[in-house]
Protein backbone atom coordinates (compact mmCIF):
# COMPACT_ATOMS: atom_id res chain seq x y z
CA UNK A 1 0.00 0.00 0.00
CA UNK A 2 1.60 3.63 -0.66
CA UNK A 3 2.08 6.11 1.84
CA UNK A 4 -0.71 8.17 0.32
CA UNK A 5 -3.70 5.47 0.91
CA UNK A 6 -2.25 4.22 3.97
CA UNK A 7 -2.48 8.53 5.09
CA UNK A 8 -6.02 8.46 3.71
CA UNK A 9 -7.44 5.61 5.19
CA UNK A 10 -6.74 6.53 8.87
CA UNK A 11 -8.39 10.06 8.12
CA UNK A 12 -10.98 8.50 6.47
CA UNK A 13 -11.62 6.29 9.38
CA UNK A 14 -11.62 9.29 11.80
CA UNK A 15 -7.91 8.72 13.30
CA UNK A 16 -5.34 11.64 14.11
CA UNK A 17 -2.44 9.49 14.20
CA UNK A 18 -1.13 6.33 12.31
CA UNK A 19 -1.59 2.95 13.95
CA UNK A 20 2.48 1.94 14.36
CA UNK A 21 2.82 -0.79 11.74
CA UNK A 22 1.23 1.79 9.13
CA UNK A 23 4.09 4.26 10.52
CA UNK A 24 6.41 1.81 10.36
CA UNK A 25 5.41 0.76 6.49
CA UNK A 26 5.11 5.18 5.89
CA UNK A 27 9.05 5.96 7.30
CA UNK A 28 10.37 2.85 5.24
CA UNK A 29 8.98 4.14 2.09
CA UNK A 30 11.26 7.19 2.55
CA UNK A 31 14.02 5.09 3.19
CA UNK A 32 14.36 5.47 6.65
CA UNK A 33 15.52 2.36 8.37
CA UNK A 34 13.26 0.54 11.06
CA UNK A 35 13.39 -3.30 12.63
CA UNK A 36 11.56 -6.06 10.56
CA UNK A 37 7.65 -5.77 11.97
CA UNK A 38 4.98 -7.60 11.51
CA UNK A 39 0.62 -6.97 12.81
CA UNK A 40 -0.22 -10.24 14.73
CA UNK A 41 -4.01 -10.46 15.67
CA UNK A 42 -4.01 -13.95 17.07
CA UNK A 43 -1.75 -16.16 18.84
CA UNK A 44 -1.00 -18.47 16.06
CA UNK A 45 -0.07 -14.87 14.02
CA UNK A 46 2.05 -13.76 16.91
CA UNK A 47 3.92 -17.19 16.96
CA UNK A 48 4.50 -17.31 13.20
CA UNK A 49 5.75 -13.95 12.57
CA UNK A 50 8.56 -14.21 15.85
CA UNK A 51 9.40 -17.49 13.86
CA UNK A 52 10.11 -15.35 10.83
CA UNK A 53 11.21 -12.28 12.28
CA UNK A 54 13.89 -13.97 14.53
CA UNK A 55 14.25 -13.95 18.40
CA UNK A 56 14.60 -11.76 20.11
CA UNK A 57 11.95 -9.65 19.53
CA UNK A 58 9.35 -6.87 21.19
CA UNK A 59 5.90 -7.59 21.02
CA UNK A 60 3.67 -3.98 21.81
CA UNK A 61 0.28 -3.83 21.86
CA UNK A 62 -1.49 -1.55 18.63
CA UNK A 63 -4.58 0.75 19.46
CA UNK A 64 -5.88 4.21 18.19
CA UNK A 65 -7.14 4.62 22.01
CA UNK A 66 -3.62 4.02 23.49
CA UNK A 67 -0.84 6.58 22.86
CA UNK A 68 1.70 5.35 25.94
CA UNK A 69 1.84 1.62 25.76
CA UNK A 70 4.34 0.88 28.35
CA UNK A 71 1.88 2.59 30.94
CA UNK A 72 -1.14 0.00 30.06
CA UNK A 73 1.43 -3.06 29.80
CA UNK A 74 1.03 -2.95 26.41
CA UNK A 75 4.88 -3.90 25.86
CA UNK A 76 6.77 -6.58 26.32
CA UNK A 77 10.93 -6.82 25.78
CA UNK A 78 13.08 -9.74 25.11
CA UNK A 79 10.69 -12.37 24.17
CA UNK A 80 13.04 -15.47 22.65
CA UNK A 81 10.94 -18.44 22.00
CA UNK A 82 7.76 -19.53 20.21
CA UNK A 83 5.87 -19.94 23.53
CA UNK A 84 6.94 -16.68 24.95
CA UNK A 85 6.06 -15.05 22.04
CA UNK A 86 2.40 -16.66 22.26
CA UNK A 87 2.33 -15.96 25.96
CA UNK A 88 3.48 -12.59 25.57
CA UNK A 89 0.53 -11.93 23.35
CA UNK A 90 -1.68 -13.25 25.74
CA UNK A 91 -0.23 -11.38 29.02
CA UNK A 92 -0.84 -7.88 27.05
CA UNK A 93 -4.24 -8.37 25.12
CA UNK A 94 -4.89 -9.14 29.71
CA UNK A 95 -3.22 -5.92 30.46
CA UNK A 96 -4.66 -3.73 27.88
CA UNK A 97 -8.52 -4.97 29.09
CA UNK A 98 -7.90 -4.34 32.79
CA UNK A 99 -5.86 -1.32 32.34
CA UNK A 100 -7.70 0.49 29.64
CA UNK A 101 -11.27 -1.37 29.34
CA UNK A 102 -12.64 0.63 26.38
CA UNK A 103 -9.46 0.64 24.10
CA UNK A 104 -10.22 -0.58 20.91
CA UNK A 105 -7.28 -3.90 19.64
CA UNK A 106 -6.13 -3.85 16.55
CA UNK A 107 -3.56 -6.58 17.46
CA UNK A 108 -0.26 -6.69 18.47
CA UNK A 109 3.16 -5.70 16.83
CA UNK A 110 6.13 -8.03 16.60
CA UNK A 111 9.00 -6.57 16.20
CA UNK A 112 12.84 -7.47 15.81
CA UNK A 113 14.71 -6.42 18.97
CA UNK A 114 17.22 -3.29 18.26
CA UNK A 115 20.62 -4.27 19.97
CA UNK A 116 21.54 -1.19 22.31
CA UNK A 117 22.78 1.64 20.63
CA UNK A 118 23.54 5.63 21.46
CA UNK A 119 19.65 6.47 21.33
CA UNK A 120 18.89 9.42 19.51
CA UNK A 121 15.80 11.55 18.71
CA UNK A 122 14.55 12.33 15.16
CA UNK A 123 10.98 14.27 14.72
CA UNK A 124 9.73 17.14 12.63
CA UNK A 125 6.50 19.08 13.02
CA UNK A 126 4.80 21.83 10.55
CA UNK A 127 4.98 25.34 11.82
CA UNK A 128 1.89 27.82 10.77
CA UNK A 129 5.01 30.25 9.62
CA UNK A 130 7.88 28.31 8.86
CA UNK A 131 6.07 24.76 7.66
CA UNK A 132 8.01 22.15 8.16
CA UNK A 133 10.50 22.18 10.62
CA UNK A 134 12.95 19.27 11.52
CA UNK A 135 14.40 18.31 14.80
CA UNK A 136 17.53 16.10 16.31
CA UNK A 137 18.74 15.60 19.56
CA UNK A 138 19.99 12.98 21.87
CA UNK A 139 17.38 10.79 23.66
CA UNK A 140 16.06 9.63 26.82
CA UNK A 141 17.05 12.15 29.81
CA UNK A 142 18.42 14.72 27.09
CA UNK A 143 15.59 15.62 25.39
CA UNK A 144 13.19 15.22 28.36
CA UNK A 145 14.77 17.30 30.86
CA UNK A 146 17.71 19.18 28.99
CA UNK A 147 15.94 19.86 26.14
CA UNK A 148 19.19 19.29 24.31
CA UNK A 149 17.97 19.76 20.57
CA UNK A 150 18.28 21.71 17.09
CA UNK A 151 16.12 22.79 14.37
CA UNK A 152 16.05 23.15 10.54
CA UNK A 153 13.40 24.58 8.23
CA UNK A 154 12.74 22.31 5.40
CA UNK A 155 14.17 21.72 2.63
CA UNK A 156 17.56 20.09 3.92
CA UNK A 157 20.64 19.28 2.45
CA UNK A 158 23.06 16.70 3.95
CA UNK A 159 25.44 19.00 5.29
CA UNK A 160 22.47 20.78 7.05
CA UNK A 161 21.45 17.37 8.79
CA UNK A 162 25.08 16.99 9.74
CA UNK A 163 25.65 20.24 10.96
CA UNK A 164 22.51 19.88 13.39
CA UNK A 165 24.55 17.21 14.98
CA UNK A 166 27.39 19.51 15.81
CA UNK A 167 25.08 22.11 17.11
CA UNK A 168 23.98 20.07 20.51
CA UNK A 169 25.14 20.44 23.64
CA UNK A 170 26.37 16.46 24.07
CA UNK A 171 27.70 16.44 20.60
CA UNK A 172 30.44 14.69 21.83
CA UNK A 173 28.78 11.83 22.63
CA UNK A 174 28.38 11.39 18.92
CA UNK A 175 31.81 10.86 18.81
CA UNK A 176 32.40 8.11 20.62
CA UNK A 177 32.82 8.59 24.16
CA UNK A 178 34.48 5.35 27.43
CA UNK A 179 35.93 3.62 24.55
CA UNK A 180 32.42 3.45 22.64
CA UNK A 181 33.18 4.17 18.90
CA UNK A 182 31.78 7.22 16.68
CA UNK A 183 28.53 6.70 15.59
CA UNK A 184 27.64 6.82 11.81
CA UNK A 185 26.84 10.50 11.07
CA UNK A 186 25.34 10.08 7.64
CA UNK A 187 22.97 7.30 8.60
CA UNK A 188 21.54 9.65 10.95
CA UNK A 189 21.29 12.20 8.27
CA UNK A 190 19.81 10.17 5.89
CA UNK A 191 16.49 9.45 8.69
CA UNK A 192 16.92 13.36 9.22
CA UNK A 193 15.98 14.27 4.90
CA UNK A 194 14.07 11.33 5.09
CA UNK A 195 11.73 13.29 8.00
CA UNK A 196 12.00 16.30 6.01
CA UNK A 197 10.41 14.88 2.73
CA UNK A 198 7.79 13.13 4.28
CA UNK A 199 6.44 16.33 5.88
CA UNK A 200 6.99 18.20 2.87
CA UNK A 201 5.42 15.62 0.71
CA UNK A 202 2.31 14.91 2.76
CA UNK A 203 0.53 18.60 4.11
CA UNK A 204 -1.56 16.29 6.26
CA UNK A 205 0.91 15.20 8.39
CA UNK A 206 1.50 17.36 11.75
CA UNK A 207 4.33 15.98 13.81
CA UNK A 208 6.67 12.90 13.61
CA UNK A 209 8.34 11.60 16.06
CA UNK A 210 10.90 8.91 15.70
CA UNK A 211 12.19 7.81 19.47
CA UNK A 212 14.05 6.17 19.91
CA UNK A 213 16.63 6.16 17.22
CA UNK A 214 19.70 3.66 17.88
CA UNK A 215 22.70 4.54 16.21
CA UNK A 216 25.58 2.39 15.91
CA UNK A 217 29.20 2.93 14.12
CA UNK A 218 27.82 1.81 11.23
CA UNK A 219 24.20 1.79 11.06
CA UNK A 220 20.98 3.92 12.50
CA UNK A 221 17.84 1.99 13.07
CA UNK A 222 14.44 3.47 14.09
CA UNK A 223 12.39 1.41 16.96
CA UNK A 224 9.50 3.65 17.86
CA UNK A 225 7.61 5.63 15.14
CA UNK A 226 4.81 8.38 15.64
CA UNK A 227 2.77 10.13 12.92
CA UNK A 228 0.08 12.26 13.83
CA UNK A 229 -1.98 14.62 11.74
CA UNK A 230 -3.18 17.73 11.34
CA UNK A 231 -6.52 18.25 13.03
CA UNK A 232 -9.46 19.03 9.83
Known sequence: MNVKTIIENAIKEGRRKLLEHEAFEVIRAYGIPAPE???AKTPEEVAELADKIGYPVVLKIVSPDISHKS???GVILNINSREEAIEGFKKIQEN???KAPGARIVGVLVQKMAPKGLEVIIGGL???IFGPVVMFGLGGIFVEVLRDVSFRIA???EEDALEMMKEIKAAKLLEGYRG????????LAKIILGV????????EIESIDLNPVMAYSE??????????????
Open 71 to 73: DVG
Open 155 to 157: PLT
Open 37 to 39: TGL
Open 126 to 128: RDN
Open 196 to 203: AKLLEENP
Open 96 to 98: VKT
Open 180 to 187: QPPVDKKS
Open 219 to 232: KAIVVDARVIFRPK
